[in-house]
């Protein structure tokens, strides 16, 4: 049975995740923070969710390390957690920069660093990281300066760890979506047009299809799934 690691299963992206590799025959485990609040509505003897704060380089290193002793390899990742924060140069501290680092670059580190370890030990894997449009170009980070600067280096993390993993079968993907049709979104959103949205259970088919014999031969993708936006 193959393996995926799936950060912040409680959110809509992470539960949507879960629940189409589920469908495809994984075992799933998925983080959770300590005292998450919400509940995740998925019941499967193939899914466990397990309490790791992704800000503590060592307890990561030890949660992938227990998953790896049970099952032995590791064969995808997908990392959803971050967060976001508005604020132009005028308005942004260095401060400001290093908790957007914190909670966008380090989470995904943490977890993406020994995964891609055992991937590289096992010859073979999939590791899917968030970026973002303000990520991907610095002239879309406008109003969002820390944001913005923390994400571009999920795509630089990208670029190396592929070029470490040349001649293997382990690839690094950053996945770019638009805006995703959430509950939350909509509440803030609410005058949007929600059908340019993209839907997370999209996201999660398009993660499955890269992680298919179809999608084996793609090497260091950019993922846009910017829906009709």
Request: charged share 20%; hydrophobic share 45%; aromatic share 8%.
């Amino acid at each position: 049975m193959k393996t995926i690691v799936v950060t912040g299963a409680s959110g809509n992206l992470g539960q949507a995740v879960i629940k189409r590799f589920l469908a495809d025959g994984y075992y799933v485990v998925g983080t959770i923070v300590p005292n998450d609040p919400v509940e995740i509505a998925i019941k499967d003897v193939n899914f466990e969710a397990m309490e790791a704060d992704l800000m503590d380089e060592v307890a990561s290193s030890a949660f992938i390390s227990s998953v790896i002793n049970k099952m032995g390899r590791i064969d995808a990742a997908v990392l959803t957690v971050g967060g976001f924060a508005m604020g132009k140069i005028s308005d942004t501290l260095t401060s400001d920069i290093a908790k957007q680092y914190k909670l966008n670059f380090e989470t995904a580190y943490n977890i993406a660093r020994p995964v891609f370890n055992q991937m590289i030990k096992q010859n073979s894997g999939r590791i899917f990281m968030t970026g973002s449009r303000p990520g991907s170009d610095m002239h879309n980070s406008k109003g969002m300066v820390a944001y913005g600067l923390a994400k571009s280096l999920i795509f630089r993390l990208a670029e190396l760890m592929n070029d470490e993993a040349k001649g293997t079968d382990v690839v690094t993907s950053v996945v770019v979506p638009s805006t995703i049709d959430t509950p939350q979104n909509r509440r803030s959103m609410p005058d949007a047009d929600f059908n340019k949205w993209v839907n997370p259970a999209d996201i999660a088919d398009v993660l499955a299809w890269y992680c298919s014999g179809s999608g084996a031969v793609l090497r260091e993708p950019v993922i846009k799934v910017y829906g009709n936006s």
